[in-house]
């Protein structure tokens, strides 16, 4: 992905808007599973909004609660040429050209550059995040004098002085535990959060290559660095090459240590090395999880872009953590987990990347502690996952936000937003029917469906007058309303949760016995609570209009006002700031797809009619461009379920771009990862109509207009296939 010009990349420092640059950082995030960082500049610029985000380093702090925290900086190099320092505001751009390359995972930039003095360089610069040694980052700069001769210096550095940005004002969570040199050519700097008391440990090495150079210490409190000085001819280059190595005190006893060891591995081995390491680890990822569409670029490549997005933050070697809404490229969200992992991002590597998938079912795993707390709290049984998830699994969504027009409102969604645990559930189930990864469902997957339903069994209600049972006050997935009863995807897939649990344990009987008693024993299911379970699921209300084919989102939806969303077009804020808060809570609007997912979720229970129904109902009311992100790709697949394949590749571009156009305006916050989830299950589910079936998997191709051909691979049941459509 190519940015050709330095206005287009640096806007801000041009006289245009801020937040252009900042979403390009986001774009232009580099990572590897453990980490992530933002594209900003090594030289910085003031307004950067500068971060490296590592998985699992969680901090509290008064008012913002826990965050992801800003790690320090390992970017920082200063490149004086004679005397000037090198910046993209002084003196003249006279070439720029800035890529990221999504096969290799690297990040390079070219500039030539004249300094006010009438120097010009020409400078190269590349950096990956290692993805064969997680804590591993390289940076190099090549710097070749073209039309002066010389003495060049570049000072190389860590920075541990960064903040969290809130709406509180910048947040530092950072206690300084050391700094200092290794030696003339590196450095160290190791620090604390001041809450959870997690360490981090950073050390960096610079060594120039083509020129005699000398090496001195140069660092400031909180800013360890080394420079180097050397002398270039005209017409002649040098390359630096800055190693840094990273550990937290969640891998290492002594992430100090642990640091230095590493940067000394690293340093033997050397740059080209490194990088062929890291590209061949990329070059296996890609092997099994790319997407080739042939006769539509602009979709070919806003498709790759959100899987390496999806690639770069899901964890390789860690089961605790799991990926951030925002991934590990922004500070929106705070570095918490919502459903966007289990039911957006999750299928994409449950059916290319399983042990990534497995790694993050292992998360929620690990968090059933927190959602037995978090059940146990409000008065209920077995496990209620949180809305909003970090290191514990404990409820870390905000109690209070801003409303649309910067009042102060009350968030309900950790405390309402339960379909979670049926979602959670729902994905380790898929997990195992695509994986067929028994040892995993005995050992983890069962206990999760078994723990979601005992929370259902405790939390519905039995309506004697009707014979039913039912769930009140919740928040669907649909945001824009809230305290609502019977809401037909939060009971349905209560429902579905029972249902599986139920098979779980039959299977587990069979196939496991001593985990089935074990498990039974633990949780105390006795046969005549299964029979109740049996019973909730049997008698579950879920909305459903025979005639109609209708579904209702919740009781009472239909009586809303209704609002034809035509009228406020076009509009560039979401329907929620239009209406306001309490307006939109009394319409027919919708935030993001609700019955849709549903029907898209339990498709198999749901015949053509009842989509195309509620399809043809709820699609025109729901807030596509400005509600929640996460829909569009969803609408794809529906479309293509109805066989409105205009729609579908309307909503799967407006998913697929949502990051590289950044219409919302909110890119600058990190990327939308449910929504590129769903660019990969709007390809696989929507266009190729791949589903796993008894019989196996099986296609129902329906390409938009003008792609030839679409390519992927899937393991199905540890069998690898490759999915080959071609078009009209
Ligand atoms: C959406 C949720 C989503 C969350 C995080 C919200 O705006 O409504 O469905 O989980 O953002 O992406």
């Known amino acids: 992905f190519k940015q050709k010009t330095a206005y287009e990349i640096m806007p801000s420092l041009v006289g245009s808007e801020m937040c252009i640059r900042d979403r390009m950082e986001t774009v232009f995030t580099i990572g590897n599973g453990y980490l992530g960082t933002r594209g900003t500049f090594e030289e910085g610029y003031p307004g950067d909004l500068q971060a490296t985000l590592v998985h699992g380093l969680y901090d509290d702090a008064p008012l913002v609660h826990t965050e992801l925290v800003n790690a320090p900086d390992w970017l920082p190099i200063e490149l004086f040429v004679a005397g000037e320092r090198f910046s993209l505001v002084e003196g003249q751009v006279l070439d720029y050209e800035r890529w990221l390359d999504l096969r290799r995972g690297v990040l390079g930039r070219r500039v030539r550059w004249r300094s006010p003095k009438g120097r010009t360089v020409e400078i190269f610069v590349e950096r990956f995040a290692s993805l064969a040694d997680e804590h591993v980052l390289a940076i190099r700069c090549r710097v070749r004098a073209l039309d002066f001769e010389g003495q060049v210096e570049l000072r190389a550095g860590l920075n541990g002085d960064v903040k969290n940005p809130s709406p509180f004002g910048p947040v530092r969570h950072w206690q300084l535990v050391g700094q200092g040199d290794l030696g003339p050519q590196a450095c160290f700097l190791h620090v604390r959060t001041a809450g959870t008391g997690m360490e981090l440990a950073e050390a960096m090495r610079l060594e120039v290559e083509g020129a005699e150079a000398s090496y001195s210490p140069r660092g400031d409190e909180w ?16 390359t630096a090459v800055k190693l840094v190595s990273v550990y937290t005190s969640r891998e290492a006893e002594d992430p100090a240590r642990a640091a ?53 933050a ?30 957006f991002i999750l299928p994409f590597l449950t059916y290319t990347q399983p042990h990534l998938a497995r790694n993050l079912l292992l998360y929620r795993y690990h968090t059933l502690p ?21 290191l514990t699994g404990e409820e870390v969504t905000p109690r209070w936000g801003y409303g649309p027009k910067g009042e102060i409102v009350r968030i309900w969604c950790g405390d309402l937003q339960q379909h979670i645990s049926a979602d959670v559930a729902y994905a ?55 305290h609502v009863d019977n809401n037909a995807f939060t009971n349905r897939m209560a ?8 098979k779980a344990l039959a299977w587990l009987r069979e196939f496991h016995p001593r985990r ?60 929620e700031a239009v209406l306001g808060l309490e307006k939109i809570r009394r319409c027919q609007v919708l935030k993001q797809p609700d019955v849709l997912m549903l029907l898209y979720l339990l498709g198999d229970e749901y015949d053509e009619r009842t989509k195309r129904a509620n399809w043809d109902y709820y699609e025109p009311r729901t807030d596509h461009t400005y509600g929640s992100s996460v829909g569009p790709a969803i609408h794809a697949i529906m479309g293509c379920e109805v066989g409105d394949l205009e729609a579908a590749y309307e909503h799967f571009m407006r998913a697929a771009l949502v990051d590289l156009r950044d219409p919302r305006g909110n890119t600058a916050d990190g990327i939308h990862a449910a929504s590129a989830g769903g660019v990969w299950q709007a390809v696989a589910f929507g266009f190729a109509g791949l589903k796993p079936t008894p019989q196996g998997l099986i296609t129902r191709p329906r390409l938009p207009p003008g792609w030839r051909r679409l390519r992927f691979k899937v393991i199905y049941r540890g069998k690898p296939l490759e999915i080959d459509v071609g078009g009209s």
């Open 495 to 502: 429902r579905w949760n029972l249902e599986a649990a139920l």
């Open 370 to 390: 927190g959602a037995r707390k978090k059940a146990r709290e409000a008065g209920y049984r077995g496990a209620m996952y949180a809305w909003e998830s970090a």
């Open 516 to 575: 089935a008693s074990e498990l039974a024993e633990g949780l105390d299911l006795s046969e005549e609570r299964l029979a109740h379970w049996a019973d909730i699921a049997a008698r579950m209300y879920v909305p459903y209009d025979p005639e109609t084919g209708l579904i209702e989102q919740f009781d009472g939806f239909f009586e809303l006002e209704d609002v034809n969303l035509e009228d406020y077009g076009p509009r560039h804020r979401s329907m």
């Open 223 to 238: 800013r360890p660095a080394v420079a180097a000085r050397f002398r270039l001819g005209r017409g002649k280059e040098a």
């Open 314 to 343: 899901a964890p390789r070697h860690d089961e605790r953590v799991s990926i951030p809404a925002k991934t590990l490229s922004g500070f929106g969200y705070r570095g918490h987990i919502f459903w966007d992992t289990d039911i």
């Open 260 to 312: 230095r060891e590493k940067l000394e591995e690293a340093a033997s081995k050397g740059y080209r090395a490194l990088r062929a390491k890291h590209e061949a680890e990329w070059a296996r990822y890609w092997q099994a999880s790319d997407v080739v569409i042939e006769g539509d670029d602009e979709a070919q490549l806003a498709v790759r872009f959100n899987l390496y997005h999806i690639l770069i």
């Open 428 to 482: 380790v189930w898929q997990y195992w029917q695509v994986t067929g990864d028994d040892e995993f469902f005995a050992d983890y997957g069962a206990e999760m469906l078994l723990e979601t339903a005992a929370f259902w069994e405790s939390r519905v209600e039995y309506n004697a007058q009707r014979g039913r049972y039912e769930i009140k006050g919740v928040i669907g997935p649909d945001e824009y309303h809230e």
